[in-house]
Nanobody, 127 residues
Framework: QVTLVESGGGLVQAGGSLRLSCAAS????????MGWFRQAPGKEREFVAA????????KYADSVKGRFTISRDNAKNTVYLQMNSLNTEDTAVYYC????????????????????WGQGTQVTVSS
């Protein structure tokens, strides 16, 4: 069982930056591929970024490529999402998710491939 807790959301002006963190419980964190998803009001949850268990493999949605960076610190049981050049379309609740241990990160983008989810953190970008 993995429990995920996101933090770092908030209100930021367009063009600004935020770093989200997701702290995981348990001893198996380093074996789990991790992902970030987001959901804006009235829209479906969408993939943002994913990272393999070792951190060597990363995947990004086209909408955030070049602006967002996913990383992880297995010693701290934490995955991060550095978000730069934010715009109003990035406004959403951001969720951290984990696949089962030893699974491949794959393409990273399918929400139903992730077993564990955090409760989300709100990111609001003002114009």
């Amino acid at each position: 069982q993995v429990t995920l807790v996101e933090s770092g959301g908030g209100l930021v002006q367009a063009g600004g930056s935020l770093r989200l963190s997701c702290a995981a419980s348990g001893r198996t964190f380093s074996r789990h591929p991790m992902g970030w998803f987001r959901q804006a009001p009235g829209k479906e949850r969408e993939f943002v970024a994913a990272i393999g268990s070792s951190g060597l493999t990363t995947k990004y949605a086209d909408s955030v490529k070049g602006r967002f960076t996913i990383s992880r610190d297995n010693a701290k049981n934490t995955v991060y999402l550095q978000m730069n050049s934010l715009n109003t379309e990035d406004t959403a609740v951001y969720y951290c998710a984990a696949k089962k241990q030893y699974e491949s990160v794959g393409a990273g983008g399918k929400a139903d491939e992730y077993t564990y989810w955090g409760q989300g953190t709100q990111v609001t970008v003002s114009s």
